[in-house]
């Protein structure tokens, strides 16, 4: 049974920090390029950060680069995304998404349920 769990959400002023966590099980986490998305209420989802299989190749929102990092423990089947300088437009679901491009030419994904942060005095 695939599952993405994320984990770390919550509340937290603006500059503060917060680290999301997500947890893969169910598929050789290795082969799958993973990545954070974002979903504000009344808004499409949006992609924040990725990351390639072997942790290469980190890829960011212009919105978010330089604040967060994204990384990876392929040992741990656990990607995270480190959040700095948090902002209110950064309020939003974030969710966890894994894909692969499956040698047949078909597409392998999965998400998680999401994980609520919001950033507010």
């Known amino acids: 049974q695939v599952q993405l769990v994320e984990s770390g959400g919550g509340l937290v002023q603006p500059g503060g920090s917060l680290t999301l966590s997500c947890a893969a099980s169910?598929?050789?986490?290795?082969?799958?390029?993973m990545t954070w998305y974002r979903q504000a209420p009344g808004k499409e989802r949006d992609q924040v950060a990725s990351?390639?299989?072997?942790?290469?190749?980190?890829s960011y929102a212009d919105s978010v680069k330089g604040r967060f990092t994204i990384s990876r423990d392929n040992a741990k089947n656990t990607v995270y995304l480190q959040m700095n300088s948090l902002k209110p437009e950064d309020t939003a679901v974030y969710y966890c998404?894994?894909?692969?491009?499956?040698?047949?030419?078909?597409?392998?994904?999965?998400w998680g349920q999401g994980t609520q942060v919001t950033v507010s005095s």
């Open positions: 998404n894994a894909r692969r491009n499956m040698p047949t030419g078909g597409i392998d994904d999965y």
């Open positions: 169910g598929f050789t986490f290795s082969r799958y390029a």
């Open positions: 990351i390639s299989r072997f942790a290469g190749n980190p």
